[in-house]
């Protein structure tokens, strides 16, 4: 790097934002350019969830049930198809700065229709923190020999002070404990290759838990990592929406959305955890759980080790389910505040440790998997086929509707597609379980059933709908040429097109201080243009970002010349 790049990049370095909102990385509204992240925080961010145990625990369950080759080969699946969605999500993410339930509401669903799978996404997080909690109470099992009930109810009652109080306290500490489990993970694995089974031992395990290749094995194996994919994806999409792009303040490259949907997740957790779980697995004679092998191998500093990894893990699930239970009731302007619902969050979480979501994992991913499929088919199609390959929907598709004002409740291009994909899943589902129709095949292929029958009726609906639907009225243009602007609400920086004229507030507003309005009538829908931005006050142009605006509007109109073919006309946004 040349020295005046570099000194560019410091100085573009810091965010400018100092309220609630900004330190609280924007979590419920669109980031704006004034508030991204370097690739190199964004995969950190990641890595800290994909050293989950549940990625060692998992390839090992499938590989007694299904056998080791078809687990190795369904690794190689789950990093392709992983890294492809990530880069659709990640790039759609950054591109936009709104969240994977922002998204949802804008990409064919509408303001309520969007409410189901923002449900959805939660037991999503509900699933992994059990998961997660169980092996931390199978390591304090071990460690102190008392009954797992007792130890679940612990770790239980160990997440409620944590999750008020821990995460921002722990997030200072993500690189440290990053370390620290790599250094252990190590220091783990040296102790088996030298005191351990020899390698022809292992070679007999492995041998003893070979399955035929391919057929039912391997769409068992398949069919449960479908189950893990969604959740990944809709993550990404939650962090990387704090990536810096080319119309950012902090600047960024160009293969940063490769990178970060390869490396974290699909490299590291699947392919690196994967084989290492597999070892541990016949390592340590059979063993799935690394809450119980680690301490039965390297004793108090396997119990540390398991302690520090998933209580740093458990605080992510907890804080993003705690996010879509937020998301989910403002909805109806219920908005008590994140620590209600992070608490809430534990308590179901902790329940459903005594459903034991660990013993049946593959199941219970196999039917959540379908609902999420559902889901993922809808945006999939809208954002690749309706508004990529046809250009429908706002600003030729460019645009992701999400605001409340300007969003239908439900938007039947998607709406339809998700209640129908979703049935005919679980109808294929409940069928393949109940011995009919084709028995387990149908069981293991319904959420791709559910993938295709929602991106196909999403595809011919959106193509007839030519994009009317996806708002409730024309995009009112912010009249002034400033990119972001202090919401006069809040005082929190925001993206110019974060903002509406409200006729209730007589004033321009962010997204969220629209959500919380509660006895407004909506009367903006009835309104036309032009009253509503008569009766609405404009933000005063702030001291502060003054200079911020200058290097935006230089920076989009150089990505803006980008897309353009030399000599051709510079358009506007
Ligand atoms: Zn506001």
């Known amino acids: 790097m040349t020295s005046k790049r570099k000194a560019e990049n410091e100085a573009l370095e810091h965010r400018i934002g100092s309220g609630r909102v900004a330190r609280e990385d924007y979590a419920l509204r669109k980031v704006p350019p004034t508030w991204r992240y370097r690739r190199a925080s964004i995969i950190l961010t990641l890595l800290g969830g994909a050293t989950a145990g549940v990625f060692l625990a998992f390839p090992a369950q499938l590989a007694g049930e299904f056998g080791v080759y078809n687990v190795i080969i369904g690794i190689a699946y789950v990093l392709i198809i992983q890294t492809l969605l990530n880069f659709v999500f990640v790039k759609t993410a950054s591109r936009t700065g709104l969240s994977s339930d922002l998204m949802s509401r804008g990409l064919a669903l509408g303001f309520d229709g969007s409410a189901w799978t923002t449900l959805i996404y939660w037991v999503g997080w509900v699933t992994i923190f059990a998961t997660e909690g169980q092996i931390l109470a199978s390591a304090v099992t071990a460690q102190y020999g008392i009954p797992d009930s007792v130890s679940k109810l612990i770790v ?90 080319k119309e950012s303040l902090t600047a960024s490259g160009r293969r940063d959305v490769l990178w970060i949907s390869l490396l974290p997740y699909s490299f ?50 907890a804080y993003s389910g705690s996010l879509s239970l937020a998301n989910f009731f403002s909805r109806v302007h219920f908005t008590p505040g994140r620590p209600t619902w992070a608490v809430i969050m534990v308590v179901v979480g902790t329940a459903a440790m005594y459903l034991d979501i660990l013993g049946n994992l593959g199941t219970v991913l196999t039917f959540e998997g379908i609902f999420l499929f559902a889901w993922i088919g809808v945006i999939l ?15 030729s598709g460019q645009f992701i509707e999400y605001r409340r004002s300007m969003l239908p409740r439900w938007n039947h291009v998607g ?9 005919t899943g679980l109808i294929v589902a409940f069928g393949g379980e109940n011995g009919i129709l084709g028995g387990k095949v149908a069981l293991d292929l319904s959420s791709w059933v559910a993938l ?50 409200c006729p209730y507030h007589k004033s321009w507003i962010c997204s969220e201080d629209c959500m919380s309005t509660r006895d407004c009538n909506e009367q903006c829908k009835s309104m036309g243009e032009e009253a509503l931005l008569q009766i609405a006050a404009m933000p005063p142009r702030s001291e502060a970002l003054v200079a911020p605006n200058k290097e935006l509007s230089a920076k989009r109109q150089r990505a803006n010349a980008d897309l353009l073919p030399p000599g051709g006309s510079h358009g506007t946004r």
């Open 268 to 317: 590291f957790a699947y392919v690196v955890f994967g084989l290492v779980g597999l070892y541990l697995w016949a390592a340590t004679g059979g063993s799935t759980n690394p809450g119980t092998y680690f301490v039965g191998t390297i004793g108090i500093f396997g119990f540390l080790l398991i302690i520090l990894t998933q209580v740093r893990i458990n605080l992510i699930n």
């Open 381 to 395: 199609a809208d954002l690749v086929l309706v508004r990529g390959r046809h250009g429908y929907g706002p600003e």
């Open 452 to 501: 295709a029958v929602a991106a196909l009726l999403t595809w011919v609906l959106g193509v007839r709908d030519r994009g009317r639907s996806y708002a409730i009225r024309p995009l009112i243009a912010w009249p002034r040429s400033d990119i972001v602007v202090e919401c006069p609400l809040d005082n929190e920086v925001v993206s110019t097109d974060d903002l509406f004229p």
């Open 156 to 245: 239980g009652i160990l997440f409620v002070p944590l999750v008020l109080y821990g995460l921002g306290f722990l997030a200072n500490f993500q690189k440290w404990t990053l370390y620290l489990y790599v250094l252990g993970m190590i220091g783990l694995i040296a102790k088996l290759l030298f005191t351990g089974p020899s390698i022809g031992s292992l070679a007999t395990f492995y041998g003893s838990h070979t399955l035929p290749v391919g057929g039912l094995g391997l769409l068992g194996v398949l069919a449960a990592y479908n189950g893990l994919l969604p959740n990944v994806v809709f993550g990404h999409a939650d962090v990387a929406r704090l990536l810096a792009n």
């Open 415 to 423: 709406v339809i597609p998700l209640t129908i994909s979703t049935a």
